[in-house]
Protein backbone atom coordinates (compact mmCIF):
# COMPACT_ATOMS: atom_id res chain seq x y z
CA UNK A 1 0.00 0.00 0.00
CA UNK A 2 2.80 2.21 0.48
CA UNK A 3 3.84 2.34 -2.86
CA UNK A 4 0.76 3.41 -3.95
CA UNK A 5 0.57 6.09 -1.51
CA UNK A 6 4.39 7.08 -2.63
CA UNK A 7 3.12 7.15 -6.40
CA UNK A 8 0.20 9.47 -5.69
CA UNK A 9 1.88 11.86 -3.68
CA UNK A 10 4.89 12.31 -6.06
CA UNK A 11 2.15 12.86 -9.11
CA UNK A 12 0.29 15.15 -6.37
CA UNK A 13 3.51 17.19 -5.91
CA UNK A 14 4.30 17.58 -9.44
CA UNK A 15 0.99 18.89 -10.58
CA UNK A 16 0.64 22.40 -12.35
CA UNK A 17 -0.25 25.40 -9.88
CA UNK A 18 -2.72 26.60 -12.15
CA UNK A 19 -4.94 23.12 -11.12
CA UNK A 20 -5.95 25.08 -8.02
CA UNK A 21 -7.45 27.69 -10.11
CA UNK A 22 -9.67 24.95 -11.91
CA UNK A 23 -10.69 23.67 -8.56
CA UNK A 24 -11.40 26.86 -6.94
CA UNK A 25 -13.40 29.06 -9.49
CA UNK A 26 -15.39 31.93 -8.96
CA UNK A 27 -19.22 32.12 -8.86
CA UNK A 28 -20.86 35.06 -10.75
CA UNK A 29 -23.93 34.50 -10.44
CA UNK A 30 -25.18 32.62 -7.26
CA UNK A 31 -28.54 32.39 -7.93
CA UNK A 32 -29.38 28.68 -8.60
CA UNK A 33 -33.06 28.03 -8.96
CA UNK A 34 -33.10 31.24 -11.48
CA UNK A 35 -31.12 29.58 -13.76
CA UNK A 36 -32.94 26.54 -13.57
CA UNK A 37 -36.60 28.34 -14.37
CA UNK A 38 -34.49 30.40 -16.86
CA UNK A 39 -33.21 27.36 -18.51
CA UNK A 40 -36.44 25.50 -18.05
CA UNK A 41 -38.03 28.19 -19.62
CA UNK A 42 -36.20 28.24 -22.76
CA UNK A 43 -36.78 24.73 -23.65
CA UNK A 44 -40.30 25.15 -23.11
CA UNK A 45 -40.26 28.34 -26.03
CA UNK A 46 -37.82 27.13 -28.35
CA UNK A 47 -39.88 23.88 -28.70
CA UNK A 48 -37.08 21.37 -27.32
CA UNK A 49 -40.25 19.66 -24.73
CA UNK A 50 -41.80 18.56 -27.84
CA UNK A 51 -38.85 17.15 -29.41
CA UNK A 52 -38.32 15.03 -25.78
CA UNK A 53 -42.05 13.71 -25.66
CA UNK A 54 -41.88 12.57 -29.52
CA UNK A 55 -38.41 10.99 -29.24
CA UNK A 56 -39.26 9.12 -25.68
CA UNK A 57 -42.91 7.97 -27.45
CA UNK A 58 -41.46 6.79 -30.86
CA UNK A 59 -38.28 5.15 -28.51
CA UNK A 60 -40.85 3.42 -26.62
CA UNK A 61 -42.82 2.04 -29.40
CA UNK A 62 -39.82 0.48 -31.65
CA UNK A 63 -38.18 -1.26 -28.17
CA UNK A 64 -42.55 -2.98 -27.90
CA UNK A 65 -41.85 -3.66 -31.53
CA UNK A 66 -38.38 -5.08 -31.20
CA UNK A 67 -38.27 -6.60 -28.42
CA UNK A 68 -38.91 -10.77 -27.81
CA UNK A 69 -41.57 -12.27 -25.25
Known amino acids: MSYYSD ?4 LYWHLP ?9 TITDP ?3 GQVEKSWRHFI ?4 VWALLIGLVIGYMIRNLTSYG
Open 7 to 10: LISR
Open 17 to 25: VNLTALLAQ
Open 31 to 33: DLM
Open 45 to 48: QTGQ
